[in-house]
């Protein structure tokens, strides 16, 4: 059955309307009809509604049936990358989203190689929410996860210090394995944070500052993992750990 999301929940005679592209997929790409049914999901919320009009620019439907999305993984883990080069960023959040992050908040350290300015951050956001959005659909997730706006170390820092447990991917940490820091502790609705770094990794300074911020530096092991395969490994093992 087709998924889609949107941006709240029923209104009190349980109608949704949809507008934009996911209207013109509904009316013209899936000719969908009258009478025919489709799930909408709204913050892990999945609703079974029948479609009662069906126009290019909007969709209408009243939800029948509700329950909460058995595809949402019990901690909610909020994935800190520091700007990578190219478009690794756009594969890192979609492969993020298939492994049930939720949500990608993207930093600049001080070894980023690529350092876009404020316009170009704000550009690019839209199509990074659209592949967060287009990855959650397709591995049929109940959320789709945000993508945060670009922001500077310090903050990112400082901001993921407020999870329960925070996790500092460090290459240089030897004797605090990510199996260590995690086994035992990923009960429901804990929430996580992870941060990763870039090309060069941390500098020194980064790393005592976000220790002493009260993240937990973490090793991965005596591979160099590059900077788009740390952050799915870290989320690799915390889905293991809570959903398998």
């Known amino acids: 059955m087709p998924r889609f999301f949107v941006g709240s929940p029923p209104d009190d005679d349980g109608i949704i309307e949809i507008t934009g592209d996911d209207a013109r997929h509904i009316a013209l790409s899936l000719r969908s009809s009258v009478g025919e049914m489709i799930s909408v999901c709204h913050d892990g919320v999945v609703y079974e509604c029948e479609l009662l009009h069906i126009r290019a620019e909007k969709v209408t439907m009243r939800a029948l049936s509700s329950r909460r999305d058995s595809s949402e993984p019990p901690c909610r883990v909020t994935l800190y990358v520091a700007n990578p080069k190219g478009d690794k960023l756009d594969s890192i959040i979609q492969k993020a989203t298939e492994l049930g992050v939720f949500r990608v908040a993207p930093f600049l350290s001080e070894r980023c190689v690529s350092r876009p300015d404020a316009a170009a951050c704000e550009k690019r956001r839209a199509r990074e929410a659209r592949i967060a959005l287009e990855a959650a659909k397709q591995c049929g997730r109940g959320f789709a996860p945000e993508v945060a706006g670009m922001t500077d170390m310090r903050s990112a820092v400082n901001e993921a210090a407020r999870a329960d447990i925070a996790l500092f991917i460090y290459e240089k940490e030897k004797e605090m394995t990510l ?59 915390v889905s293991y750990e809570t959903e398998l």
């Open 179 to 237: 199996r260590r820091a995690i086994a035992g502790k990923l009960s429901p609705g804990v929430t996580v944070s992870v941060m990763t770094g870039s090309e060069g990794g941390f500098s020194p300074a980064e790393a005592q500052y976000a220790i002493s911020a009260g993240l937990i530096p973490c090793g991965l092991g005596e591979r160099i993992l590059r900077c788009e395969t740390a952050p799915i490994y870290v989320l690799s093992a």
